[in-house]
């Protein structure tokens, strides 16, 4: 599901509108949802962080660098999917590996586990 939101355009200046009173504003209803909590880093999550493997490849070439990636965490903590956001390309598959065995602490919103997602920074320096 997508996260839905409204920006609103500088071209459309609102007009200065007479006050509403409370009985004027309708009750506020539910645009969209999702089966997720957003959030931007997922660094104050992590449990356990596996050993990571710098590809061979890269180390022959001297590649270094971060590597973005969006991860969606399960209600207990578990990683269910990640895609690669950005990052040098010889270290995306490595990231991806260590990111799948990484382990995070459950979230509850209101008292109920929900599943979080969002970005997480690899780094890879020699």
């Known amino acids: 599901m997508l996260l839905c939101c409204t920006v609103a ?3 459309h200046k609102q007009r200065a509108r007479p006050k509403a009173s409370a009985t004027d504003i309708p009750p506020v209803r ?16 992590i449990e356990q962080t596996p050993k990571l493997i710098y590809p061979e490849e890269a180390k022959a070439r001297n590649i270094s660098g971060a590597v973005f990636v969006w991860v969606k ?6 990683v269910i999917s990640s895609m690669i956001v950005s990052g040098p390309p010889l270290l995306q598959d490595a990231a991806l ?3 799948s065995e990484m382990r ?6 209101d008292g109920h586990p929900i599943k979080v997602g969002g970005r997480l920074r690899i780094d890879f320096t020699m």
């Open 104 to 109: 995070f602490r459950g979230t509850k919103v």
């Open 97 to 99: 590996r260590a990111v």
């Open 30 to 45: 539910k645009a969209c949802s999702i089966d997720y909590l957003p959030a931007l880093h997922l660094e104050q999550w």
């Open 73 to 78: 965490i399960d209600e207990a903590g578990k």
């Open 9 to 11: 355009s500088a071209q």
